[in-house]
């Protein structure tokens, strides 16, 4: 590294949290105690945070908060679990194991994550451990699903590449199982195991307990994603590190490296913004591994620790420059990443139906609305797939679309799953417009502690408001990229989307648009703080002249930069910058 190049750490004293973690002896705190505390049904705050680590966030659901405050009662306290599946596969055993928890333990329902991973909500903190443990005993684990470190890591489903996936997916559990936490205090607190010793730091290990994190962990959460062109369904440019695999005469010879990608800020703060990751290089699969841990070091070396809504590995780079981050790199790895290959990238979204792999399998891609697996009156969605999974002999892979693959289906069993989605009302996707078929959404109210608005329970409603105004424009079957959270954290990927609403108070939203449909470009704010009636009056006209005045092959957020709605962001440090334009005819 040049001496030009050479940085200091950022200043100021560390954050509550960070003194939280260097006190806990590696993610123990007093969880166990807190856990046994049959007076309330909640954790203090400290191993709350604490909790997250572990795979869970303490919750309320804010539908009943005012009227227990009104009987004296503690908020309603519940629990989400996060579990971690790599690429987002799962067995059919594991399959109906969650289905089963979702009942025995949760609100019945599954949730299908952004990031690939199983949600259970509404876990007691009695029976947290239980969930645990049974989810440990099916060969998944919450370890790692939230917290300071690496989190799930992401790859393309690939329904119609077999072999490139089965490479893309094994680097993925590869990099999770790296990257995960090494403390022995998971395992000591839900699975029964033996405790190591009293106070790991009295014993000088703590180099040995975790030789990537140390003590402290990261400054904030880590996200890792494979896409495989020509789709970019798991959005590689919002990762901290995102890797394209580059695949020559049909074979996957590496990836291309891209960094500091986030889509996370704060309302009102303009040092906080989304961030898509910049290309550095190229390495062959078998440094991936080194490349992924030392990138991680950096962030843990040199990410804010301070400030956290400054303190993912985006505002590193951005504060240090890309220059200096490749040769630190270079530095640690002890080699040189090679030049970046030529890729393309065509579109986000998942291809739905029925697809024939080169293996000669099936995969049927079915649209789950907001991810959700719950059974309604007419789509008993739940009980489908559960029938499924007693009869499936491939895997199920979960998207970043929030939908589902029923992957690696043999022509005997392909015939059975149909009859048995059709029993239970369940389309393969085709009476959904292409609108909702590529919409996403986050949880938000009533559970999320974060949330200013609804998403989730909201999105559908307003889809039901803009679909006419689709069908009247001929746009039934474009695919727009809709995107909608209930506040600025970006779960959902809001900055990604072609149209896209982020909560700023109870049903009031930012409209941003202007998004690349391949992931390559930003949102922009267009109207701030706009309702149901405002939002349908404001888009109805867009939508239309999008309709009759666009190119061929012109997408919408290209569209609404041309015409000039929106100015185009590539640089999360000029999101900011410029007043939305508003004097379109």
């Not at 869970?56 to 599946?85: A, C, G, H, I, W």
């Not at 990443?337 to 293996?359: M, N, Q, S, V």
């Amino acid at each position: 590294m040049t001496e030009n190049h050479k940085v200091e750490p950022i200043g100021g004293p560390p954050s509550d949290v960070e003194h939280l973690k260097k006190e806990s002896n590696y993610l123990r705190g007093s969880l166990t105690e807190s856990l046994a505390n049959r007076i309330t049904g909640g954790l203090p705050e400290l191993d709350n945070r604490l909790l997250k680590f572990h795979g869970s966030y303490m919750q309320d659901d804010r539908d009943y908060r005012n009227e227990r405050q009104k009987q004296k009662l503690e908020p309603y306290y519940q629990f989400m679990l996060r579990v971690v599946t790599p690429g987002g596969v799962s067995t059919p055993s594991q399959w109906l194991v969650m289905d089963e928890l979702a009942d025995k333990y949760g609100t019945g329902s599954l949730r299908i994550t952004t990031r690939q991973a199983f949600q259970l909500h509404g876990v007691l903190k009695w029976n947290l451990k239980k969930t645990i443990q049974e989810i440990n005993e099916a060969l998944l684990t919450t370890l790692a699903a939230c917290g300071d470190v690496s989190r799930n890591v992401m790859c393309n489903p690939n329904p119609y590449q077999s072999d490139i996936h089965n490479e893309v997916y094994y680097w993925s559990q590869q990099l999770t199982t790296h990257l995960a936490p090494k403390t022995p205090a998971y395992h000591e607190i839900w699975l029964d195991g033996e405790k190591v010793v009293d106070s790991i730091e009295q014993t000088g290990m703590s180099t040995e307990v975790e030789p990537i994190y140390g003590p402290v962990y990261l400054p904030r959460k880590f996200k890792i994603g494979i896409a495989v062109p020509p789709s970019n369904d798991i959005d590689v440019f919002s990762q901290d590190l995102g890797l394209i695999a580059i695949v020559e005469d049909f074979r996957l010879v590496g990836f291309n490296v891209c960094v500091g990608g986030g889509m996370g800020m704060t309302h009102g703060d303009t040092a906080t913004y989304p961030q898509l990751a910049r290309v550095i290089g190229f390495v062959t699969p078998e440094r991936i591994l080194d490349l992924a841990e030392k990138t991680v070091t950096i962030q843990r070396d040199y990410g804010n620790r301070s400030v956290r809504k400054n303190a993912r590995f985006k505002y590193t780079i951005d504060r240090h420059g890309l220059e200096w981050f490749v040769d630190e790199l270079q530095d640690r790895l002890g080699w040189e990443l090679e030049p970046a290959r030529i890729f393309k990238f065509e579109h986000t979204g998942d291809r739905y139906g029925w697809t024939k792999g080169k293996d000669s399998k099936w995969n049927l891609t079915l649209y789950i609305q907001s991810g959700r697996i719950v059974d309604s009156d007419d789509h008993k969605l739940k009980t489908a797939l559960r029938e499924v999974a007693k009869i499936h002999t491939g895997d199920f892979r979960l998207t970043a679309n929030q939908n589902l693959v029923i992957a690696n289906v043999n022509a005997r069993t392909k015939e059975k799953i149909t009859s048995i989605l059709k029993e239970y009302g369940i389309e393969e996707g085709a009476r959904y417009s292409a609108l909702r078929r590529s919409a996403l959404s986050c949880v938000a109210l009533p559970t999320c502690g974060l949330a200013m608005a609804e998403a989730e329970r909201y999105l559908p409603k307003l889809l039901d408001k803009l679909e006419p105004i689709i069908e009247q424009a001929g746009l039934r079957d474009e695919e727009i990229n809709i995107r909608m959270t209930g506040c600025p954290n970006g779960c959902a990927r809001p900055a990604l989307g072609e149209i896209a609403f982020i909560g700023k108070s109870p049903g009031k939203y930012n409209l941003y648009m202007g998004a690349g449909f391949s992931g390559d470009r930003l949102s922009k704010l267009y109207r701030e703080n706009i309702g149901e009636e405002e939002i349908i009056e404001t888009l109805r006209p867009i939508i239309n002249r999008y309709a009759a005045e666009r190119s061929d092959g012109e997408h919408f957020g290209d569209f609404v930069i041309r015409a000039g709605y929106v100015q185009p962001v590539t640089n999360g440090m000029n999101f900011h910058d410029h007043k939305p334009l508003t004097t379109q005819r």
